[in-house]
């Protein structure tokens, strides 16, 4: 059985950095590229960032460029999330999710992405 199991959200003030991570287990690490979605209340889920397998390749949404990284320990079987410059439309429900089918790039499509974690809130105050 495949999980997901993201952490490290929480309540910070516009302008702050917060970290993301996610593990999976039930599957080698290696074998998924992974991405991070976010959703708003009252939004539909949208992309936020993705990195294949290798972690060679990534991929950003516009409104997180500069200010997002995405990256993997495939040692530590374990994706990060850093968020520098957070402001208020940050706030969302962010989850992770795992595609076993891309061997080199990762998608934006959240209909590629077989697993998914539970969610970690990140509420960003003014």
């Known amino acids: 059985q495949v999980q997901l199991v993201e952490s490290g959200g929480g309540l910070v003030q516009a302008g702050a950095s917060l970290t993301l991570s996610c593990v999976i287990t039930?599957?080698?690490?290696?074998?998924?590229?992974m991405a991070w979605f976010r959703q708003a209340p009252g939004k539909e889920r949208e992309f936020v960032t993705a990195?294949?397998?290798?972690?060679?390749?990534?991929y950003y949404t516009d409104s997180v460029k500069g200010r997002f990284t995405i990256s993997r320990d495939n040692d530590k079987e374990t994706m990060y999330l850093q968020m520098n410059s957070l402001n208020t439309e940050d706030t969302a429900v962010y989850y992770c999710?795992?595609?076993?089918?891309?061997?080199?790039?990762?998608?934006?499509?959240?209909?590629?992405?077989?697993?998914w974690g539970q969610g970690t809130q990140v509420t960003v105050s003014s």
């Open positions: 990195i294949a397998r290798s972690g060679g390749r990534t």
């Open positions: 999710a795992a595609d076993t089918s891309r061997l080199v790039t990762a998608s934006d499509d959240l209909r590629d992405y077989e697993y």
């Open positions: 039930g599957r080698p690490f290696w074998s998924v590229a």
